[in-house]
Nanobody, 124 residues
Framework: VQLQASGGGLVQAGGSLRLSCAAS????????VGWFRQAPGKEREFVAG????????RYADSVKGRFTISRDNAWNTVYLQMNSLKPEDTAVFYC??????????????????WGQGTLVTVSS
């Protein structure tokens, strides 16, 4: 599967953005998808994840209550709605996928396919 992340940009603190992760392939509904981010000089970190059906989601503590992950398997797309953005959310955001019907993982090594990243910049 190939992933294409989009929707990043420059936004003021308190604003919102919606990221999209579009996937190729007819079996996308069999994949769990995660969003990760990497700020300059920092390691890549888990942000949110969603299982193959959309029935299970996980979030990093830092984004709970502000970010929402969802998916539309008919359109082979996963979304990350980001509200109440903070300057510390500034990072390159990546989506990743893993062929699994199992429990969501939150580690980068648990995903096999990665998109190219989209930059989110939150100004103060």
């Amino acid at each position: 599967v190939q992933l294409q992340a989009s929707g990043g940009g420059l936004v003021q603190a308190g604003g919102s953005l919606r990221l999209s992760c579009a996937a190729s392939g007819r079996t996308f509904s069999s994949y769990a998808v995660g969003w990760f981010r990497q700020a300059p000089g920092k390691e890549r970190e888990f942000v949110a994840g969603i299982n193959w059906s959309g029935s299970s989601t996980r979030y990093a503590d830092s984004v709970k209550g502000r970010f929402t992950i969802s998916r539309d398997n008919a359109w082979n797309t996963v979304y990350l709605q980001m509200n109440s953005l903070k300057p510390e959310d500034t990072a390159v955001f990546y989506c990743a996928a893993r062929l699994t019907f199992g429990v969501l993982t939150t580690t980068p090594s648990g995903f096999d396919y990665w998109g190219q990243g989209t930059l989110v910049t939150v100004s103060s």
